[in-house]
Nanobody
Framework: QVQLVESGGGLVQAGGSLRLSCAAS????????MAWFRQAPGKEREFVAF????????NYADSVKGRFTISRDNAKNTVYLQMNSLKPEDTAVYYC????????????????WGQGTQVTVSS
């Protein structure tokens, strides 16, 4: 069982940066692969970034490659999303999610979800 709590969202101008954090409960955090998803008003939830259990491999949506970086600190039971060069189209609620599987999959493959944190990028 894992409980996830996101933080770090807010309002930022285009070109700025934010770092999101997702803190997980329990002592089995390193047994789960982690991902970030986002959902803008009126749009489907979309994949953003994925990281393996050890942090040795990552995967990103094409729309954020080169701008966003996912990382994890298993000693702190925390996963991060560093967002640079933010664009207005990045505006969304961002969710972290956990799964026991090996691959990134889709949103339907994830077992645990955080409550979400709002990111708003102004022009």
């Amino acid at each position: 069982q894992v409980q996830l709590v996101e933080s770090g969202g807010g309002l930022v101008q285009a070109g700025g940066s934010l770092r999101l954090s997702c803190a997980a409960s329990g002592r089995t955090f390193n047994n789960y692969a982690m991902a970030w998803f986002r959902q803008a008003p009126g749009k489907e939830r979309e994949f953003v970034a994925f990281i393996t259990r050890s942090g040795s491999s990552t995967n990103y949506a094409d729309s954020v490659k080169g701008r966003f970086t996912i990382s994890r600190d298993n000693a702190k039971n925390t996963v991060y999303l560093q967002m640079n060069s933010l664009k207005p189209e990045d505006t969304a609620v961002y969710y972290c999610a956990a799964r026991s599987g090996t691959y990134w999959g889709t949103q339907y493959d994830y077992d645990y979800w955080g409550q979400g944190t709002q990111v708003t990028v102004s022009s």
